[in-house]
């Protein structure tokens, strides 16, 4: 059976809930109680309670235990949430495995690589320095002290992981992997969920714009309130409540 540690509840289609970095399954914890169908969100290898074995906590090996771990659920026409780095690995397993999703939704995800310019100036400073740095103090600010007490290895990579001007070259070349099948899957429905821009908020407007250019059928909904880049642990009220109109549509 699986590894990774999950929450499993409700009954029905599978809606999965992917985590990014620094957090955990606990992200979800007030927008999963309103959705309709089964709610699944698991913690990633070596976060939450998953174990932490001793590995270099890659892109790719994030996505070898999230393929098992679907793969031991038996998960069919499935719906993917994802933030951050779970949107990433959302848009990585819809783009492998296109004959078992039903539908992709996200909120502040690394959809592209990026250049320095692109990123926001602050985001920016932040990753330069973890570049040869091991404080990852900056990337809880403002999260609930629960995240504090993770495993650092998968934390710290994930933070050096960031697509920035090339580089590491490996998690470039898998997020241009995806890309064609997100522009020519008019078939799968696709969510964008964006907020007025906090200062630690990811996704600028140019980009925002390049997703609306390159995703088939990609509906993008704003919401006119402040959320930084955790937009689930700001805005969960929202995030719930644009989901559920999202995935009752769904089922039509």
């Known amino acids: 059976m699986t590894t990774l540690s999950y929450q499993d509840t409700g009954t029905g289609a599978p809606v999965v809930f992917l985590h990014g970095n620094p957090t955990s399954s606990h992200l979800w914890r007030n927008v999963i109680p309103p ?14 309670a998953s174990p932490r074995p001793d590995i270099a906590y890659t892109f790719d090996d994030h996505a070898h235990y999230l ?29 492998r495995h296109p004959e ?7 909120t502040e995800a690394i959809l592209k690589p990026m ?22 103090s900056p990337f809880f600010s403002g999260l609930p002290p629960e995240y504090r007490t993770q495993h650092k290895a998968p ?11 090339g580089e590491p070259a490996p998690v470039v070349a898998r997020i241009k992997q995806f890309t064609p099948w997100l522009a020519t899957s008019p078939e799968v429905p696709k969510l964008l969920m964006t907020f007025d ?3 630690d908020t990811m996704l600028t407007p140019p980009m925002i714009t390049w997703f609306q250019e390159n995703f088939a059928a990609l509906e993008v909904v ?10 689930p642990e700001d805005q969960p009220e929202q995030i719930a409540k644009t989901l559920t109109t999202w995935l009752t549509h769904l089922e039509r």
């Open 35 to 48: 959705l309709p169908g089964r709610r699944l969100a698991p913690d990633l290898i070596g976060m939450g």
């Open 67 to 95: 393929d098992s771990w679907f793969d031991d659920l038996a998960l069919d026409e499935v719906v993917l949430i994802g933030h951050d780095w779970g949107g990433t690995l959302a848009a990585d397993w819809a783009a």
């Open 100 to 106: 078992r999703v039903r539908g992709l939704a996200f």
């Open 115 to 136: 250049t320095t310019e692109e990123f926001p100036p602050a985001g920016a400073e932040v990753f330069r320095k973890i570049k040869t740095s091991t404080d990852l």
């Open 155 to 165: 934390l710290l990579t994930w933070a050096r992981s960031l697509p920035l001007d």
């Open 197 to 199: 821009p906090a200062p």
């Open 222 to 231: 704003h919401h006119p309130v402040t959320a930084g880049h955790h937009t």
